[in-house]
């Protein structure tokens, strides 16, 4: 999966957005379980980027729902 600008975030619906949120959850939790294992090799700087686009789309969701959901 290539990373996304957040240029290119903005154009998807908000559907879109929470099934990349998923996928990009997804493959941040197998790339950290084999971190842990020590199985992680060439792939080990990939997990800050997945971090950085989780925080990109989660903030564009943010912004669009006009942080109503904050307590």
Known sequence: MSRNKTKTLRQFNDDDLKDKLTDL???????KSESIKGTLKKEAGVIRW????IAR?????NE???????K
């Open 25 to 31: 959850k997804v493959d941040l939790a197998k790339l």
């Open 50 to 53: 997945k971090r950085r686009d």
């Open 57 to 61: 789309i989660l903030t564009i969701m």
């Open 64 to 70: 669009r729902s006009g942080g109503k959901d904050k």
